[in-house]
C-alpha cells in the first residue's frame, strides 16, 4: 500500500525557515515525480514545486521560486522541502503527491497526474 | 502561472447530473491532455477522480466523466449521491513545466 507521511510542520516568525520531509512507501520511490502542493486555511489546492527521479531537475511556482528548495533522498526514500524567507501568505497544509509513473525496459515514464497524496503538515508563519 | 478557472458552487439534487467546468489558456488545458481532478472532503487530503482529461483510476464510480473542448475541461457526475458533496479541484500541467489548480469548487447534494 503506498503510504506518504508529511512532517516538519509548526509555527515559525516570519523571515524564518523550516524543512518539511515526506516519508514514502509501499512503492519504488526512486521511480516516480514528487510534488509538494499546498492549501491556506479555507481555500484552493496550489501547486508549489516538483522533483523527478533521481533529484536532477526541479521547478517551481513563482510564488516561492528563490525561497524554497524542493530535494529528495532516494536510499531514505524521502521528499523534503525546505521553505526560507518564509512570509505569512505561505501559511498552508502542505501535501506531498506523488506523480504516476513507471519504469519499463531501462527507461521511466510520467503521467503528469497525482494518484496519492499524504495526509498534509500545517505550517503557520506568523509572529 | 493563473489559476484555471472554476465555479465556486455546484448544486443538484439526489439522482441528478451536475457538470462543473475548468478554463485555462492554450499553455494550459487547451495545450495538452494532462488535465486531471480530484476530490477532497473537508479536512482530507485530495483524491484523484479523473486523469488525463477523460480517464478514471481503478476504484472510482463510473458516475464520474471528463471531457474537453478547446481551453475547458469539465467534470459531469451523474446521479447525485451525498457522499459525492464535496470540493473538486482541476489541474493542468503547464507550457512553463509547472502544474496549476482551478480555485476549486464546492459541490452540495440538496
Known amino acids: 500500500e503506498v503510504q506518504l507521511v508529511e512532517s516538519g510542520g509548526g509555527l515559525v516568525q516570519p523571515g524564518g525557515s523550516l524543512r518539511l520531509s515526506c516519508a514514502a512507501s509501499g512503492f519504488t520511490f526512486s521511480t516516480h515525480w514528487m510534488h509538494w502542493v499546498r492549501q491556506a486555511p479555507g481555500k484552493g489546492l496550489v501547486w508549489v514545486s516538483r522533483?523527478?527521479?533521481?533529484?536532477?531537475?526541479?521547478s517551481y511556482a513563482d510564488s516561492v521560486k528563490g525561497r524554497f528548495t524542493i530535494s529528495r533522498d532516494n536510499a531514505k526514500n524521502t521528499l523534503y522541502l525546505q521553505m526560507n524567507s518564509l512570509r505569512a501568505e505561505d501559511t498552508a497544509v502542505y501535501y506531498c503527491?506523488?506523480?504516476?509513473?513507471?519504469?519499463?525496459?531501462?527507461?521511466?515514464?510520467?503521467?503528469?497526474?497525482?494518484?496519492?497524496w499524504g495526509q498534509g503538515t500545517l505550517v503557520t508563519v506568523s509572529s | 502561472q493563473s489559476a484555471l478557472t472554476q465555479p465556486a458552487s455546484v448544486s443538484g439534487s439526489p439522482g441528478q447530473s451536475i457538470t462543473m467546468s475548468c478554463t485555462g489558456t492554450?499553455?494550459?488545458?487547451?495545450?495538452?491532455?494532462?488535465v486531471s481532478w480530484y476530490q477532497q472532503h473537508p479536512g482530507k487530503a485530495p483524491k484523484l477522480m479523473i486523469y488525463d482529461v477523460s480517464n478514471r483510476p481503478s476504484g472510482v464510480s463510473n458516475r464520474f466523466s471528463g471531457s474537453k473542448s478547446g481551453n475547458t475541461a469539465s467534470l459531469t457526475i451523474s446521479g447525485l449521491q451525498a457522499e459525492d458533496e464535496a470540493d473538486y479541484y482541476c489541474t493542468s500541467y503547464t507550457s512553463s513545466g509547472t502544474w496549476v489548480f482551478g480555485g476549486g469548487t464546492q459541490l452540495t447534494v440538496l
Open positions: 522533483i523527478n527521479g533521481d533529484g536532477s531537475s526541479t
Open positions: 492554450s499553455s494550459d488545458v487547451g495545450g495538452y491532455n494532462f
Open positions: 503527491a506523488r506523480e504516476f509513473g513507471y519504469c519499463s525496459g531501462g527507461s521511466c515514464y510520467h503521467y503528469y497526474y497525482f494518484d496519492s
